[in-house]
């Protein structure tokens, strides 16, 4: 059984609203970081966001851990298309936009029932989707594809379908990042975003998705790291805001679930505040739960001191715990949870068959000149255009050329494009695809942190501009589908996601083979959600 917070010790309610991060990759090889997670835990740590690392190692760490617990511990993690988003294993689903894209609000309630059930086996009771927030600006460099799309309309049926799948496995679904991190061209992990909307515009646009949210049951919402004048005129971001946070979402809204900060070691907090000075700042606000401080130890001993120093703050923690305790009781954390055992081989593959009909019916093709599917006989060329040299990135570029070699006849050159191209190096490529007619360029370019845009280097378009001189160019959209203003081609084919069955997907309309795609012949004018 849980205990009675009235009769926990200030440290033990202060260690339950602080989430710290977990990197189960980096906990088997630092010394520091086994022993500072063991202290949090005898501390009585609340739980811990989970990072980068192996399935199955994580779900022992996590097992492991749990034992080491007074009380039972709550694990989070980002799984918003799945599991991989954070760990090697797991289905990789479409990304929301592609999920709205498939005009199934069942298909998207389906695949996060699939994302809870695959998170509860590593021993996860809580996913930090789905986003609500609606991507009005193209240039938004962090929500982008995350988000189901750029206005209400069909957004608000996957809001809901998403949470419902998600809680029907006693998962908890969180509504992110409010009020509303999608007129930004700012990404929060670098500085802090302005959103300069009326109140009127927030409630005919902003707050839709997040009420529509609150009305499907979600049991917790994250705030963002935002200005937002018309709530806050002081500048101060609003997971610090009690105008925010307690005015509306608490006292206008009567919301009573779980306020959770969006991660408080993002730059948009850290570069202005101390872990400590964060962590006391949104308690003090109205937030359940301080997420990722970036120095867990100086949070709790910041918000263990406030607490000494303001002895009715002690009301405020004691409430707190008793949201989180009620929400570990929902998830079935009165007591320690038991390994549990890996899905069987059947269910993993309805989940990935799942996930491949969901990007099939996804797929928005551009053919007007008719060029696609490609001839039998004549071979082609194909660019993995990428963004970074991250080896993920380098790993998706590979499984989109292996889709293509297995499904088409036809012999192919494969390359890689990167901003650090030279002007010989193009010769050089120019040459050995002479002889070729068709050029195929597979851009992957996505949201990611602290990244700043999502555009096309110039170097790269010089190089493009050179090596499809006089060519038929097919462009494949393996992320944002905004990429096209970037390009002229003759074909485009926009997958929303860049996640392994949408990669998969669009590679197999080059053979006619993506049955499932829609295929258009209007003006190509803007590859946006509202707009295909």
């Given at each position: ?480 589908p905004y990429l096209h203003e970037c390009l002229n081609a003759d074909a485009y084919v926009c997958a929303y996601s860049d996640a392994l069955p949408s990669l998969a997907a669009a590679a197999l309309t080059l053979s006619g083979r993506a049955t499932g795609s829609a295929w258009t012949n209007h003006d190509a004018g803007s590859f946006s959600p509202e707009s295909i």
């Amino acid at each position: 059984m849980l205990p009675d917070p009235n009769t926990l010790s200030d440290e033990q309610l202060a260690a339950q609203c602080i989430m710290p991060r977990l990197v189960p990759r980096d906990y088997a090889n630092e010394d520091t970081l086994r022993n500072e997670v063991a202290t949090l835990i005898q501390r009585g740590i609340g739980g811990f966001c989970v990072f980068q690392g192996e399935a199955d190692a994580t779900t022992l760490l996590l097992h492991e851990l749990q034992k080491t617990s007074t009380i039972p511990l709550l694990f989070s993690a980002d799984y918003e298309h799945g599991l991989p988003m954070r760990l090697e294993g797991g289905t990789d689903m479409p990304h929301a936009m592609a999920m709205m894209q498939s005009e199934s609000p069942d298909a998207t309630r389906k695949a996060a029932e699939f994302i809870a059930n695959e998170a509860l086996t590593i021993g996860v009771h809580w996913n930090f989707a789905p986003v609500c927030d609606i991507n009005s600006n193209p240039q938004n460099p962090i929500i982008n594809i995350r988000s189901f799309g750029e206005t209400t309309g069909q957004l608000e049926m996957h809001v809901r379908a998403y949470i419902e799948g998600t809680q029907s496995q006693h998962v908890m679904a969180c509504a992110k990042h409010f009020p509303g991190h999608g007129d930004t061209s700012t990404d929060s992990h670098s500085a802090l975003p302005t959103i300069d909307c009326s109140i009127e515009q927030l409630e005919q646009r902003e707050f839709l998705p997040f009420k529509i949210a609150i009305d499907a049951g979600v049991r917790s919402i994250m705030i963002g790291h935002l200005s937002v004048p018309a709530l806050d005129d002081s500048g101060t971001p609003a997971s610090l805001s009690s105008r925010i946070m307690h005015d509306v979402l608490r006292t206008h809204w009567g919301y009573q679930g779980i306020i959770v900060t969006d991660a408080l070691d993002m730059h948009a907090i850290s570069k202005t505040y101390s872990s400590a000075e964060a962590t006391i700042a949104c308690i003090n606000a109205g937030a359940t739960i301080a997420l990722v401080p970036d120095d867990a130890i100086e949070a709790l001993d910041g918000l263990i001191a406030h607490v000494k120093k303001h002895p009715a703050f002690r009301e405020v923690l004691i409430n707190n715990v008793k949201r989180i305790f009620a929400e570990k009781q929902w998830c079935g954390l009165e007591t320690i949870p038991s390994l549990q055992p890996p899905l069987e081989s059947k269910v993993m593959e309805d989940h990935a068959m799942h996930a491949l009909d969901i990007a099939k019916k996804a797929l928005r093709v551009h053919d007007p000149k008719n060029k696609l599917p490609l001839s039998d006989e004549k071979p082609f060329a194909a660019f993995a255009v990428l963004g970074d040299e991250a080896q993920t990135t380098l790993d998706k570029a590979v499984a989109v050329f292996r889709v293509m070699a297995q499904s088409l006849e036809q012999e192919c050159d494969f390359g890689f494009i990167n901003q650090d191209i030279t002007h010989d190096e193009v010769l050089e490529l120019s040459q050995n695809i002479q002889d070729v007619d068709t050029v195929i360029l597979a851009l992957l370019m996505k949201p990611q942190s602290y990244k700043g845009h999502i555009t096309i280097h110039p170097s790269i378009i010089d190089a493009i501009e050179v090596l499809c001189k006089e060519k038929t160019v097919i462009a494949l959209l393996l992320g944002s589908p905004y990429l096209h203003e970037c390009l002229n081609a003759d074909a485009y084919v926009c997958a929303y996601s860049d996640a392994l069955p949408s990669l998969a997907a669009a590679a197999l309309t080059l053979s006619g083979r993506a049955t499932g795609s829609a295929w258009t012949n209007h003006d190509a004018g803007s590859f946006s959600p509202e707009s295909i």
